[in-house]
């Protein structure tokens, strides 16, 4: 069972991918990746997906470790069934660290669960909580460049019009206001767009 789920399992992918973009040589690895994002969003196709894997597969293999590895993960991104424990025979664990932040983002600390909820109905309303929600509707998508990284300024307006609404859970109010990366998949963004 995993303890995430596919959809945020291939977010963790992309995100991955992306933290390494100039290192992916090949467009057609790229494309794997924007694709997987896409597919993700419901913007493309399960036709789509295997067109840009067939597409990623079909390029010369990258001759270093690493290249070779960030390559792998732009296949796991266009890849039907998401599975990252493929990588575990190219040493995984050794690249651990550098991956720790994103997958923290989005899978969140596994040890403290909040039990904090966006109002269901912000999504319709014209209050500082639809106001909450349009923000980070907007943080969600509007991305700052290749490396797929949110706007931590966005965040931060998030934040405060959160406290605004009467949110009070460290957790969630903390994590926005950390200026470390954030991801398409960042765990309080999923709690405000109830995504999953
Ligand atoms: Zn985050």
Redesign the pocket.
Known sequence: MNLISDRKLRLLACAIARNGWNELYDRAHRRAVEIGEDYVEGLATTLDLRAAYNDATAKKIDPTTRGRMLMYIAFICASADVDLSVLLPLRMPFYYNEWSHLIR??AGNPFRKTNWNMPADSVVRSDLSGLAYGMAREAYELRKGDNGA?DNER?LVVADLLEDIGCEDVDVLK??R?P?I??RG????DRILRKV
């Not at 960042?186 to 963004?189: A, D, E, I, K, S």
């Open positions: 983002d989005i949110l965040l994590h926005l950390s470390g954030h991801v960042c765990w309080v963004l």
